[in-house]
């Protein structure tokens, strides 16, 4: 009876929180907020569709990629040329931005997924440097080191809602449907396969999973969401250029993708938010403050709560109950899962720190 | 004919620098067999020490000594502090601090020093001979210099002395070795401290023409990875080879490929780094890993 209560409280929250998300994000950030914090907002919202792949790669599938800004920056590329060189609107190139670097991470994925672990790492964060160079080296299709400049697009008129407000709320709506698609093919149908893969690849393959087939083909999906996401920055910044693609961005979006949570739908979100606003309110300090705040949340974040913030939050929400103690219905404080963490992790410390007798 | 003999030999000089950044690779990764992403930015980071012990009047080469000495004690540190309670965890674990303390180590630089580039004083002396039609700056004949002498004294410590035996052991069987009772654990941190002053002798060889900024090491690190990683990452001899030929190809690229300017040499690195490892992943030097199932 008791666990019936809770379950139903448990449900009842979740759609009153819903309600309450939903009324946040449709109703306060649009039109509550200044022009400028709609626009950082619909940054967000970009990166975590971004990151949103990355988990696919990275989290799913235990393939290590530094190089997903690569991906972003072609199909922002692709956004960028196909609107200033011939004409299109804002909203079309992103479903063939998205082909392309489908196309593009197939390719890429191929030869790349047959490294492993840190070698696939070291790969593909050689892949991310040499976007910038190749990028200004054709400046007849990419416009050079000075970029491309296509011009945010306008609300339609009879919508009655500002510029900042349409881009949000379109960029919004195109994230939620990628959120909803991965949701159903992942959590629901690839997901077992996936982690397999991850986990142990070899039990995996005795088991019949296609190896190779899975980790390419879900690279390319990975690297899809990266160049649909990238479509969306032009769409939402108006100008791209080499310098808007640096190292730091694939390394961004490693951060935001670890401490978000990476074998999470829902992570991306937390990652995108932190990787957004972090360095805003960072650099009102010092500019060099919000590297700093990065490199330590990601060292904090591997030592503490190797799971993200959505692991973090799945584990509070999880019945403490799992027959050990016996005592249904009290959960395990924030306070209480931080000290744990922190005192397997003196424990590491103390090993490593004393002396062997 | 004298074009392709300078460009062979400026290709050597900066393969020199790849390679002593390279070797600081290999020996990070002897001891936990992970990639030190960060080997870069601590390089660059005692650079930055010895920039500012010549700002406080210390003579360039013993600025330059003592911040080898310090790189020792700060990769010893980094070692003990992030990497070691690590050891036993995942390949992304590892890779993410890695990642952690290459962002945070730039941002340091940036917070401590600024982002202004500030020319660094070189160790040589301002000559240039010419042998036929091909001149050679005393910059480049001593960093070839101080790259042999490097070579020399590690070929030294680790087959000549008891230290570098145990260093060899504690790589290549580590739970043998304490057994044995070597100190494992403390010869491992070694290890990095070693790694750590071989970068920070690649990055003060590499200032005075670079400029020393926060971003100075990033294209340096690429090329090391290129070269570690054709040499073998786990082989010193891989790391010179390596690191010489990377910097040849590199300039020699630049030079004669048509359409790759100096913009696209990166490209080479990308080239080198996946044909190794699709090729022949274990490099050229280095050992045959297999994994009992």
Redesign the interface.
Known sequence: MAADNRRKNVVSLSTAGKLALLAVLLGVIPFGLPSYMVGQFSLAVVYAVAILGLNMITGYVGSISLGHGAFFAVGAYVAAILMHRYGWDPYTPIPVAGLVCWVAGLLFGIPALRLRGLYLALGTLTLAVTVGPVLKRFTGVTGGSQGLFVGTPLAPANLGIGDSQWVYLFVLAVAGVMFLVARNVIDRGLRRALVATRDNEIVASVMGVDLARYKSLTFAVSSMYAGVAGAMYTLVVGYVSPDSFPIMLSLSFFVGAVIGGLTSISGAVYGALFIQFVPVWASDVDRALAGFVYGGALIAAMLLMPDGVAGLIEKLRRRPDDGRTGKTGSRKKASRVFLERCGSLAQRFSVSFLPKK | MTLFVQQLVEGLTSGAIYASLALALVFSFRSTH??N?AQGEMAMLSTYAAWQLTAWGLPIWAAIAAALAISFAGGAAIY?V?V???THSS???I???L??????????A??IWG?LMKSFPSPFPDWRWTIGEVGIGAEAAGIALLLMATIGALYLLLEHTKLGLGMRAAAAAPESSRLVGIPV?ALLTVGWGIAAALGALSGVMVAPSLFLDPGMM?GVI?YA??AA?LGGFDSIAGAIVGGLIVGVAENLTATYVPGI?A?????V??VI??AT??IR?NGLFGREVTAR?
């Not at chain 2, 990642?99 to 340091?108: E, K, M, V």
């Not at chain 2, 913009?263 to 490209?267: P, R, S």
Request: proline share 4%.
């Open positions: 992970v990639v992403f003990g992030l070691r309670p690590m390949v992304l674990q890779v993410t601090i990642i952690g303390l290459f962002i945070a180590l730039n941002s340091l940036g917070f982002y654990n990033l690429i990875f290129a990683t300017g913009d696209l040499k990166i490209v690195a990308l780094i996946f490892l699709l992943p199932v």
